[in-house]
């Protein structure tokens, strides 16, 4: 098989456009065969560098590689001329003036369903004429075939009148010369592929092609939100950069991609990009629409963390924090091993690795204490608790998590409180925030210095007016 991913870098690779490169490239794989990277870059004004560079990084982010390319379409202009003139003169295709409204008075005359066919003249746009007798049939592996009489196409332009060369015929071209066996992509192009199998059916008759077989077709359901309306913007994340700085992982937005629109077969959802690649084929791609629902992927990357090593799992957080967050390098000056360590104890808490540094950054320092935590837990019956933990984990010899627990859930019991009376208190003052990692782990993990010293900071600022007995 040989395949082909072909974006047009006018802005940011989307969930849809990611989808066609994974299962272009889990096919490739799949099969043995190779996926070549083309760049449709023929829109000159939006197809900036940084757009390219963009697609090109979020592929890389995928770890979707290629074989060959990418090559650019804009490159391949003399190419496409040539084929061009090669047509005119075998008088596969003709120039025309015709206008639309030329093609409409036509239509008139001959009844609506009549394909267009112009006259050839000296100067004009390029069509491609199309034969009288026949149909051109879009055989595609999801949605059956589709035939078109060619009574009723009309002429498709091929070309301006200066020579470049428009849409369907590039791609048709690039496909033929690069070997496609398989076009594989979104539903919106559906419509197009009459148009290009005409193409590459005169191109064919001029030789080219070297006796290559019609590419097999495959045209992938379209994308709605969880709303059953088409997917966009406003159902979240929608670019493969987004995904990454929402902390989603990469082999969790492969699996949670390639089930959009296709499934194994046994409702197996959780399948690594080993089985993907072993179990992906064309022929379980529903023509449903698939929907993009954020909130399953985050279900799905949250047990891709769970189900992660640590020290793996590490190195993702760095990476992360590295790429997304400039208070990060807090994290970059650390012992590694007290990193590991947060990463651990927030490892069941965490869905994606966004999540990581809000819960865990108090670890590698101070933080401020939040106005409405410290307001609802270190009140006076607050503080009084704070007072009790500290003056109990100061007694502590072992300062290890089974003597801090057994410690703070003694106060628990001594006081006749609810355990959050305690715990809450506590976490307020070592976090500045009520979530943390459990809290027994929390504190182990700062140590007895530590934990003394924010506990104390908590007790002055919040307490003062305590200590000197004035009333407020
Ligand atoms: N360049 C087209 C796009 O980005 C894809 C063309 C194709 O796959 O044939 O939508």
Same mark, same amino acid.
């Given at each position: 098989? +040989?395949?082909?991913?072909?974006?047009?870098?006018?802005?940011?690779?989307?969930?849809?456009?990611?989808?066609?490169?994974?299962? /272009?490239?889990?096919?490739?794989?799949?099969?043995?065969?190779?996926?070549?990277?083309?760049?449709?870059?023929?829109?000159?004004?939006?197809?900036?560098?940084?757009?390219?560079?963009?697609?090109?990084?979020?592929?890389?982010?995928?770890?979707?590689? *290629?074989?060959?390319?990418?090559?650019?379409?804009?490159?391949?202009?003399?190419?496409?001329? !040539?084929?061009?003139?090669?047509?005119?003169?075998?008088?596969?295709?003709?120039?025309?003036?015709?206008?639309?409204?030329?093609?409409?008075?036509?239509?008139?005359?001959?009844?609506?369903?009549?394909?267009?066919?112009? =006259? !050839?003249?000296?100067?004009?746009?390029?069509?491609?004429?199309?034969?009288?007798?026949?149909?051109?049939?879009?055989? $595609?592996?999801?949605?059956? $075939?589709?035939?078109?009489?060619?009574?009723?196409?009309?002429?498709?332009?091929?070309?301006?009148?200066?020579?470049?060369?428009?849409? /369907?015929?590039?791609?048709?071209?690039? $496909?033929? $010369?690069?070997?496609?066996?398989?076009?594989?992509?979104?539903?919106?192009?559906?419509? /197009?592929?009459?148009?290009?199998?005409?193409?590459?059916?005169?191109?064919?008759?001029?030789?080219?092609?070297?006796?290559? !077989?019609?590419?097999?077709?495959?045209?992938?359901?379209?994308?709605?939100?969880?709303?059953?309306?088409?997917?966009?913007?406003?159902?979240?994340?929608?670019?493969?950069?987004?995904?990454?700085?929402?902390?989603?992982?990469?082999?969790?937005?492969?699996?949670?991609?390639?089930?959009?629109?296709?499934?194994?077969?046994?409702?197996?959802?959780?399948?690594?990009?080993?089985?993907?690649?072993?179990?992906?084929?064309?022929?379980?791609?529903?023509?449903? @629409?698939?929907?993009?629902?954020?909130?399953?992927?985050?279900?799905?990357?949250?047990?891709?963390? +769970? #189900?992660?090593?640590?020290?793996?799992? &590490?190195?993702?957080?760095?990476?992360?924090?590295?790429? &997304?967050?400039?208070?990060?390098? !807090?994290?970059?000056?650390?012992?590694?091993?007290?990193?590991?360590?947060?990463?651990?104890?927030?490892?069941?808490?965490?869905?994606?690795?966004? =999540?990581?540094?809000?819960?865990?950054?108090?670890?590698?320092?101070?933080?401020?204490?939040? @106005?409405?935590?410290?307001?609802? *837990?270190?009140?006076?019956?607050?503080?009084?608790?704070?007072?009790?933990?500290?003056?109990?984990?100061?007694?502590?010899?072992?300062?290890?998590?089974?003597?801090?627990?057994?410690?703070? =859930?003694?106060?628990? =019991?001594?006081?006749?409180?609810?355990?959050?009376?305690?715990?809450? @208190?506590?976490?307020?003052?070592? #976090?500045?925030?009520?979530?943390? @990692?459990?809290?027994?782990?929390?504190?182990?993990?700062?140590?007895?210095?530590? &934990?003394?010293?924010?506990?104390?900071?908590?007790? /002055?600022?919040?307490?003062?007016?305590?200590?000197?007995?004035?009333?407020?």
């Amino acid at each position: 098989m +040989r395949l082909r991913f072909a974006p047009s870098p006018t802005g940011a690779l989307h969930i849809g456009g990611a989808r066609t490169a994974l299962f /272009n490239w889990l096919l490739a794989r799949h099969s043995g065969g190779q996926l070549v990277l083309r760049i449709e870059d023929t829109d000159k004004e939006r197809s900036t560098k940084e757009n390219v560079e963009q697609i090109l990084e979020a592929l890389r982010w995928l770890e979707l590689d *290629w074989d060959e390319g990418p090559i650019f379409q804009s490159e391949r202009a003399p190419r496409h001329e !040539q084929v061009l003139e090669a047509l005119l003169d075998a008088g596969h295709a003709y120039r025309s003036s015709a206008t639309a409204d030329d093609v409409k008075v036509y239509k008139q005359r001959h009844g609506a369903d009549c394909g267009f066919r112009g =006259e !050839q003249e000296k100067e004009g746009a390029v069509r491609l004429r199309v034969p009288d007798e026949g149909a051109t049939v879009v055989h $595609d592996v999801i949605r059956g $075939d589709t035939r078109f009489e060619h009574v009723h196409l009309d002429d498709p332009v091929i070309a301006r009148a200066d020579g470049s060369v428009l849409y /369907n015929f590039a791609v048709a071209i690039d $496909d033929l $010369d690069a070997g496609i066996t398989h076009v594989v992509r979104g539903e919106d192009h559906l419509s /197009n592929t009459p148009k290009q199998l005409l193409v590459l059916g005169a191109a064919r008759a001029l030789g080219l092609g070297e006796g290559a !077989q019609e590419p097999v077709y495959a045209h992938l359901p379209l994308l709605h939100g969880p709303d059953g309306k088409k997917l966009s913007k406003r159902h979240g994340a929608a670019s493969v950069q987004e995904l990454r700085d929402a902390g989603y992982l990469a082999e969790a937005v492969r699996n949670y991609i390639a089930l959009l629109g296709w499934g194994a077969g046994d409702d197996a959802t959780v399948l690594s990009t080993e089985e993907l690649i072993k179990r992906f084929t064309l022929e379980r791609v529903s023509r449903n @629409p698939a929907r993009f629902d954020e909130t399953k992927l985050r279900w799905l990357n949250g047990l891709y963390i +769970r #189900t992660m090593n640590a020290s793996e799992l &590490t190195a993702r957080v760095q990476a992360y924090l590295a790429l &997304t967050d400039a208070r990060a390098a !807090q994290l970059a000056g650390a012992d590694p091993a007290l990193t590991q360590r947060a990463v651990e104890i927030s490892q069941e808490k965490i869905a994606t690795l966004a =999540e990581f540094w809000p819960l865990a950054g108090f670890v590698f320092g101070e933080r401020l204490l939040k @106005p409405a935590a410290a307001e609802r *837990w270190l009140g006076v019956e607050g503080i009084e608790a704070l007072r009790g933990v500290r003056a109990a984990l100061a007694e502590l010899a072992e300062f290890d998590q089974v003597a801090i627990a057994s410690t703070l =859930e003694g106060l628990v =019991e001594q006081r006749a409180v609810k355990p959050r009376e305690i715990y809450q @208190p506590l976490r307020v003052a070592l #976090t500045g925030t009520t979530i943390s @990692p459990g809290i027994f782990e929390s504190v182990a993990l700062l140590g007895p210095e530590e &934990t003394l010293r924010r506990i104390d900071a908590a007790l /002055n600022h919040c307490a003062p007016a305590a200590d000197t007995g004035v009333e407020s």
